[in-house]
């Protein structure tokens, strides 16, 4: 196959790939691929971003402890630049490891270089301890690499061996047909594997979000902290969906592009798989749903003043769960895995995998007397089922999405009382719950399923707190105002 390179002639500056397809090529095979603003960053050993998601707070609690991502495979896909798409495994923060060019001899691409600094650098990301990477060109991965997509005959996607896979390139083949397919065997390759993918959304807030990857169901799609990315409701594939899932800060200056902040939750997600394998109590907690309500429901507010949602929008539509925090989401990992009761209490952060069954499930808890539980967040994640594997050319395959619900009560001994709060959405696989403060007394948490009987993940946590003597009592419901943002220039609009 033959790429021609060139800067896309739309005043956003973004760099667009045009791959030819072969003998195969045509204009709804055409993928216009953009990374990003690619650059050649030299990332310094310091990263203030540690900080803002609460990495450098964990590894001062942990020490000798904190994890690497050590035993974690992952796969990085890139598109192409100047026809390459390797990272420069010379670089000194990418000894070491070891890298298998999945689609072929390349040179190095700069953008790569630096996605890989942020996934798995020595000292620039959150996953050191990665060693096994596989490399792939994101076409070659969307054909024959991985999904198959417009392969002669019937091909079901190839199963993806990795444990975490980033994708830090958007795109579309011109043709939502067949972006639809593609999105649809890229969600079947991540129930069929269980790996956590992420994906990352367009820069710019004036773009809309774009088909390719941005729009699956199963994966990860992330934005940035400042909001300047594509962000609101998906507009195919069942419209009305909101992306982003969740924000990243800037690692350093020159940064601010989605293409870096996408790595940084893929190196959170692989901290978190290597945790959960190292206690067998927690084994679950590596499922992919697991580690995606985990990651989401440890999201902070407080960047983010006017953070809303409501019952039918279970996200911020341009901030999705909020920022990726690892400290928050680490301690609801290990807080440990608790089940539904009806008749006993979890604690007030926690998570639990599992498949519904014939009642609504619930999870009782307490806020103490004398204290509030603050910043508290409920996070269910649960997987599009695309029910025909074998899918050929021009053929969408057969997808069905259950529908769950989160609800919210006041509780009397283990008898719900009053409803306080819920996410319905209609099309969503994600519904969350946030509540600014509760005070104390005993809540639960129902996990309405209606007829489904699908797996799901359910994460939450709150921070308890003393309450200001002069503090009104009661229940504050909502995200309200809850801090001061970071607004940075925008960048590659």
Same mark, same amino acid.
């Given at each position: ?8 002639? !739309? ?33 310094? %050993? ?35 630049? /100047?026809?390459?798409?390797? =990272? ?38 959150? %996953? ?74 367009? /820069?710019?807030? !004036?773009?809309?979000? =774009? ?19 594509? !962000? ?51 084994? /679950? ?28 929008? =279970? ?9 990726? /925090? ?15 009761? %009806? ?95 509760? %005070? =104390? ?53």
């Amino acid at each position: 196959m033959t790429y021609r390179f060139g800067v896309g002639s !739309s005043a956003d500056g973004h760099i667009d790939f045009e791959p030819a397809f072969g003998a195969r090529s045509n204009s709804a095979r055409r993928l216009a691929v953009s990374a990003g603003c690619l650059v050649l960053l030299m990332l310094g %050993a310091k990263a203030d971003y540690k900080d803002d998601i609460g990495y450098n707070q964990l590894k001062l609690e942990l020490g000798a402890a904190m994890f690497t991502g050590s035993g974690v495979t992952v796969s990085q896909v890139e598109s192409f630049e /100047n026809s390459n798409y390797s =990272p420069d495994t010379g670089n000194p923060e990418l000894l070491g490891k070891t890298y298998t060019l999945k689609s072929g001899p390349t040179g190095v691409s700069g953008h790569a270089t630096t996605v890989a600094q942020l996934f798995y650098g020595m000292s620039t990301s959150l %996953a050191p301890g990665i060693t096994t990477i596989d490399l792939y060109e994101a076409d070659n991965w969307i054909q024959g690499g991985m999904l198959n997509f417009g392969a002669i005959g019937t091909n079901s996607p190839k199963g993806e061996a990795r444990d975490v896979a980033n994708f830090s390139w958007v795109g579309t083949t011109g043709s939502a047909i067949n972006d639809q397919e593609i999105i649809r065997r890229f969600d079947y390759t991540i129930q069929q594997s269980n790996y956590v993918a992420v994906v990352g959304t367009n /820069n710019g807030d !004036s773009s809309t979000v =774009p088909q390719l990857l941005a729009h699956n169901y199963n994966g990860i799609t992330v934005g940035k902290t400042d909001g300047q990315h594509a !962000s609101g409701f998906t507009t195919f594939d069942t419209a009305g969906r909101v992306k982003p899932d969740i924000v990243a800060p800037p690692s350093s200056a020159g940064t601010n592009f989605t293409s870096f902040t996408t790595p940084l939750v893929s190196g959170a997600a692989a901290g978190l798989i290597q945790t959960a394998r190292g206690t067998p109590a927690l084994a /679950n907690g590596a499922d992919s749903r697991s580690v995606k309500a985990i990651l989401l429901a440890g999201a902070t507010k407080t960047e983010f003043p006017d953070w809303t949602r409501t019952s039918t929008t =279970p996200l911020d539509t341009t901030f999705g769960a909020g920022e990726l /925090n690892i400290f928050n989401s680490y301690h609801i990992l290990t807080a440990g895995e608790q089940g539904p009761s %009806a008749s006993s209490t979890v604690g007030t952060k926690g998570w639990d995998f599992g498949t519904v069954s014939t009642n609504n499930l619930l999870y009782f808890f307490d806020v103490p007397t004398g204290m509030n539980l603050d910043q508290f967040s409920v996070a269910l994640t649960w997987n599009r089922v695309i029910t025909d594997a074998l899918i050929g050319p021009s053929f969408i395959p057969e997808a069905s999405v259950d529908n769950l619900n989160l609800k919210l009560f006041s509780v009397t001994g283990f008898t719900p009382g009053l409803m306080l709060d819920s996410s319905v959405s209609a099309v969503d696989n994600v519904e969350y719950l946030f509540e600014a403060s509760l %005070a =104390p007394g005993r809540y639960a948490i129902e996990l309405d399923h209606g007829t489904s009987r699908t797996d799901f993940a359910l994460a939450w946590t709150g921070t308890l707190s003393v309450p200001e003597p002069s503090a009104a009592a009661g229940l504050l419901l909502g995200a309200g105002v809850v801090g001061a943002v970071r607004r940075r220039g925008r960048v590659c609009e």
